[in-house]
Structure formats: structure tokens, C-alpha cells
T-cell receptor
Framework: KQEVTQIPAALSVPEGENLVLNCSFTDSAIYNLQWFRQDPGKGLTSLLLIQSSQREQTSGRLNASLDKSSGRSTLYIAASQPGDSATYLCAVDGWEAAGNKLTFGGGTRVLVKP | DGGITQSPKYLFRKEGQNVTLSCEQNLNHDAMYWYRQDPGQGLRLIYYSQIVNDFQKGDIAEGYSVSREKKESFPLTVTSAQKNPTAFYLC?????????????FGDGTRLSIL
């Protein structure tokens, strides 16, 4: 059974510092890996989706890498801002007949201090 | 604007009562999903539907039921058989059930026991 882990559970950085968020998964047979942002009491917003054949995806200040063989993904957020404060979740889509079934990690709660 | 609407935002359940959470989308998406989120944890899949009149159990379906009579609607009933229903419930949709399609989320319903 796929298990997804995010360490650390919480992170606090001063504004302007780069953020590095880690995600690991136990079964490398994945279809894709997705990163989401969740603000308190809200739903999830999709940030990046990396297909299994890709090594990274970029959107603005965000860059996510994927190493399937080692079961790891890293989300980099450059030059952090207070507005980046949120919980970041990664999720993997396992290779099953019924696709788009996501297994989520527990999230990393990020606080960017002005 | 297109999106996913969940209602109500807050819901209270009495002992032995069934309650129904609403999820409506106007994105013309075929696939819809229900997740449960407990404090400080990631999301767990309850039920999903790939197409109208079809739905499948997720990882924690016991004590829950769903229907998918219309493409835009996927209501979730939390039955009295669910002994620990207090959680944040999130509905999502995607273009189809094939992989590599990001899921779009509603803003959630918080369910508590009276």
C-alpha cells in the first residue's frame, strides 16, 4: 500500500528565504505526483503536477522535482513572502486501472515571517 | 465563474442521525471525489465517481454513502454507522478519471457531533 510522508510537519522562515519542502513515497509505480496548497479552513489549490516521465515542473517562483527511483519529490519556493504561509500537501496518483486516485501526505505547515 | 460549491460550511450531527453534504460543480467534469481530513493530517479518499450513475469505494467508505444521478452533483451522506464523523470533508472534481488531470477542490464542510 502506498504511503506518503512529508517532513518536516512545520517550518518557519524569515521573508526572502528560499523554502524547501520534502515529500517521500514508498511505491515508485506512480502515474504522477501533485503539490497542493491549503489555506486555513479552505480547500486545496493545485500548484504543480509532475508526470511520472518528467523530472521537474516550474511555475513562477515554484519548482518541483521528482525522483521516482528514490521515491522523493521536493518543492522549492524561491524568495518566500508572507503570502506563502499555508499548508503544502503532496499527493501521488498510483498506477491503477481507475486513475486519478490520490494518496496524500500529512502536509507541511509553513509560516513566513515578515 | 466555474467552480465547486460545497454546502453547508458547518454542519452538526446528533447521535443516530444521518446527514447529507452537498457538492455541486459547474466545470463539466466527469469525475468527482469525496475526501475526509482530520486535524493535522492529509486527505483520505471516501468515495469517487468516474461518470454519472457510477461510483466506487475509496479507502474509508464504511459509514458513508453517495449517489451520482447528475453530472454536476455528488452528495455524500454520513450515516449513523460512522462512529467518528467529526472531520473536515472536501469534495473535488477532475476533467475525467484518467491520470494527469489536476483535481479542483471546494472549500469544504466541517462536520461536528452535538
Amino acid at each position: 500500500k502506498q504511503e506518503v510522508t512529508q517532513i518536516p510537519a512545520a517550518l518557519s522562515v524569515p521573508e526572502g528565504e528560499n523554502l524547501v519542502l520534502n515529500c517521500s513515497f514508498t511505491d515508485s509505480a506512480i502515474y504522477n505526483l501533485q503539490w497542493f496548497r491549503q489555506d486555513p479552513g479552505k480547500g486545496l489549490t493545485s500548484l504543480l503536477l509532475i508526470q511520472s516521465s518528467q523530472r521537474e515542473q516550474t511555475s513562477g517562483r515554484l519548482n518541483a522535482s521528482l525522483d521516482k527511483s528514490s521515491g522523493r519529490s521536493t518543492l522549492y519556493i524561491a524568495a518566500s513572502q508572507p503570502g506563502d504561509s499555508a499548508t503544502y500537501l503532496c499527493a501521488v496518483d498510483g498506477w491503477e486501472a481507475a486513475g486519478n486516485k490520490l494518496t496524500f501526505g500529512g502536509g507541511t505547515r509553513v509560516l513566513v515571517k515578515p | 465563474d466555474g467552480g465547486i460549491t460545497q454546502s453547508p460550511k458547518y454542519l452538526f450531527r446528533k447521535e443516530g442521525q444521518n446527514v447529507t453534504l452537498s457538492c455541486e460543480q459547474n466545470l463539466n467534469h466527469d469525475a468527482m471525489y469525496w475526501y475526509r481530513q482530520d486535524p493535522g493530517q492529509g486527505l483520505r479518499l471516501i468515495y469517487y465517481s468516474q461518470i454519472v450513475n457510477d461510483f466506487q469505494k475509496g479507502d474509508i467508505a464504511e459509514g458513508y454513502s453517495v449517489s451520482r444521478e447528475k453530472k454536476e452533483s455528488f452528495p455524500l451522506t454520513v450515516t449513523s454507522a460512522q462512529k467518528n464523523p467529526t472531520a473536515f470533508y472536501l469534495c473535488a472534481s477532475s476533467i475525467d478519471h484518467n491520470g494527469n488531470q489536476p483535481q479542483h477542490f471546494g472549500d469544504g464542510t466541517r462536520l461536528s457531533i452535538l
